[in-house]
Nanobody
């Protein structure tokens, strides 16, 4: 059972930046997919960004150019650097990884963008 712990969520003003972290209980080298998703109140959970085992990344159109997903093998951690934040980025952000065809999710971290 893989455990994921997200952190870094906060209240930030529009235009600000945050970095989210997702610490895994096991080596991220064993994961075929790692990514971030978000869910705003009253909306479905949606993809934000993913990074695959070979380093290939994929972003939702709404965050492309503003967000960057990365991973640190030594720290077994996946990051989401978020710049130029907008009020519409407000949501609970979840980390997801896949290993052996099984998906694992973190508990989520709240990001609120408001003045």
């Amino acid at each position: 059972q893989v455990q994921l712990v997200e952190s870094g969520g906060d209240l930030v003003q529009p235009g600000g930046s945050l970095r989210l972290s997702c610490a895994a209980s096991e080596s991220i080298l064993s994961f075929t997919l790692m990514g971030w998703y978000r869910q705003a109140p009253g909306k479905q959970r949606e993809l934000v960004a993913t990074i695959f085992g070979g380093g290939f990344t994929n972003y939702a159109a709404s965050v492309k150019g503003r967000f960057t997903v990365s991973s640190d093998n030594a720290e077994d951690t996946v990051y989401l650097q978020m710049n130029s934040l907008k009020p519409e980025d407000t949501a609970v952000y979840y980390c997801r990884v896949r290993r052996g065809g099984i998906d694992y999710w973190g508990q989520g971290t709240q990001v609120t963008v408001s003045s």
